[in-house]
């Protein structure tokens, strides 16, 4: 199977993707993040299989969990925080995971997989990226 490995400072979790905006709007959105998340991020997380994403037959090879009240809330903040802000983020349902890597010919791979695990990740911040 040919995959591409996401590099371990590259891993993280979408709360929301939003797309290209414009620099000003940029700076307000941080800025409410920075006094939001400031204090009500602190929780235990736990990734609970490895698995294909967003199905049995995805290309990404991803960590995921199951329903996590603090999770919830976290995005929630985020959503409100977004829209708050005059801003529409990707309407895709969230499905929280952690991308490891990505299949580069998923039709030729025919194995699914779902391998339980139990891995425990302390949260305690939220950051903001910029895909290029």
Known sequence: MDVHWIPEANRHMTLAFLGNIPVPGVDSLVSSFDEAY???????????????????????????????????HVFQITLDLVHGNGFEPDRKRFRPHVTLGQIRQAYGVKESFFQPANISLDICTVRRYQST
């Not at 235990?44 to 199951?66: C, H």
């Open 38 to 72: 400031g204090q009500t991020v602190r929780f235990d997380f736990k990734m609970t299989a490895l698995s294909r994403f967003p199905g049995p037959r995805g290309r990404i090879i991803a960590l995921v969990n199951e329903p996590d009240p603090a999770l919830q």
